[in-house]
Every structure is written in structure tokens, then in C-alpha cells.
């Protein structure tokens, strides 16, 4: 090897080393910003996996008490119906097992959080229900407070009334849970489903005939 030759190989060791030299400089920053880069998107696909999970178990716990709503709507008419006929024979009812109030807790904690998720017809649905919900209670308060009226003609049409607000409630409850507003034959024959009986159902009937025409069917407003 030649004195040129051994220079320039010198030259293109220096060269060389320079070159690593810078690399060796950036290559930890491009390492850190590389190692940031992608746990910043595992974060991220952590969070919208957990994000997901929290609004579906929202979801869930809005359509349960949907589902809650339908046994409470069906037991408290089959109360209703039997304090029906107790008053068509003219008697005071003993008891009954009405509740005192009826709520939404899941539905009214979660559902302004994903509202969003319900089509336009159940968030609809969703509104009446809360609005049907204020005028049951109101109802089952007076007729709670029936052992202190006097009147059974008052407490007649209180159960009537009751009885239309709580089938309404029904009935949106079931439009919910469909996603589609369901075609009913007959209110009769809804309340005949809940397996209430003929007689409890025509005693349904004698008050609601009762009330159109201001008690003079059963005459329940005399002593």
C-alpha cells in the first residue's frame, strides 16, 4: 500500500467514525419519540376499548330498567284490577301491594351520557315515560291514601285513571324495547295476557262505565 493509499483509507475511517458519531447522538431521541409514539397509541386503544365498555354496560343497565318497568307496569294492574272488583261490590279494599313510588334509577343516571345511542323514536318514548311516570305516582299516592277517603266513588275513578296511566307506561315500555311502535288489538286483551281474570276485567269495565257517567251505574258516592 502506497503513502496516497494509506491516506485516503485514513480519510474514510475518519469519515466514518464522524458518521456514526452523529448517529449514535439521535439515535436515542428517535428511539424515545418512537417508544412515546407507540405508547401513546396503546394508551390510546386502551382507553377507547374501556371507553366502549363503560357506554355498552350504560346501555345495559338503561335497557334493564326498561325491562323492570314492564313487571312493575304488569303487577301494579293486576292490583288495580282486583281492587276493581272489590269496588263494583261495593266493599272498601283491605290491602294491596301497590308500590308507593315508581323510578328510573339506572335510566335517569346514564341515559343523558348515551342518549345518543337510541334511535330518534326511543329517545322519544324514553321522554313520555318520564313525564307518564310523574302522574302514576301522583296516582298511586291518592290511592295509597284510600283507607282515609271516604268516598268509594273518588277512589273508583282514581283506580281508573291509574289504570290508563300504568297500561300507557306499558305500552311504551314494550315500544322501547322494540325500537318500533307496536299495533295492540284491545286493552282487554292485554290485561286478559297478564292472566287477570274475566271478572276482574268486566269489573274494570263497570267502573270505567261508572265514571263516564258520574256514578250513576254503581251509585258509590251514597252511604
Known amino acids: ?20 458519531t452523529t448517529a449514535d447522538k439521535y439515535l436515542p431521541i428517535i428511539a424515545t419519540l418512537l417508544g412515546t409514539g407507540v405508547g ?14 363503560t357506554k355498552a354496560n350504560k346501555v345495559d343497565c338503561c335497557y334493564e330498567d326498561i325491562h323492570e318497568l314492564q313487571d312493575i307496569c304488569k303487577n301494579t294492574l293486576r292490583e288495580l284490577l282486583e281492587i276493581s272488583e272489590y269496588l263494583t261490590l261495593k266493599r272498601r279494599p283491605s290491602g294491596h301491594n301497590l308500590l308507593a313510588n315508581v323510578s328510573l334509577p339506572l335510566l335517569d ?8 345511542t337510541f334511535s330518534v323514536n326511543q329517545r322519544y318514548w324514553i321522554k313520555s315515560i ?14 295509597i291514601a ?7 266513588y273518588r277512589i273508583s275513578v282514581t283506580t281508573v285513571n291509574l289504570h290508563a296511566l300504568v297500561l300507557a307506561a306499558l305500552k311504551l315500555s314494550l315500544y322501547i324495547l322494540a325500537d318500533e311502535k307496536l299495533e295492540f288489538s284491545d286493552d282487554y286483551e292485554m290485561l286478559s295476557e297478564l292472566d287477570i281474570s274475566t ?7 263497570i267502573l270505567q262505565q261508572n265514571a263516564e257517567q ?5 251509585g258509590l258516592s251514597k252511604p
Request: hydrophobic share 45%; glycine share 4%; proline share 3%.
Open 109 to 116: 343516571k346514564y341515559y343523558p351520557d348515551i342518549s345518543h
Open 214 to 218: 258520574f256514578d250513576a251505574v254503581l
Open 199 to 205: 271478572v276482574r276485567i268486566e269489573a274494570l269495565k
Open 130 to 143: 318520564f313525564r307518564k311516570l310523574n302522574d302514576v305516582n301522583e296516582g298511586l299516592v291518592a290511592l
Open 146 to 152: 284510600m283507607p282515609d277517603e271516604k268516598s268509594l
Open 40 to 53: 401513546f397509541g396503546l394508551n390510546q386503544v386502551v382507553t377507547w376499548r374501556k371507553e366502549g365498555k
Open 1 to 20: 500500500m502506497d503513502i496516497e493509499t494509506f491516506a485516503q483509507c485514513l480519510q474514510f475511517i475518519e469519515l466514518n467514525n464522524a458518521a456514526k
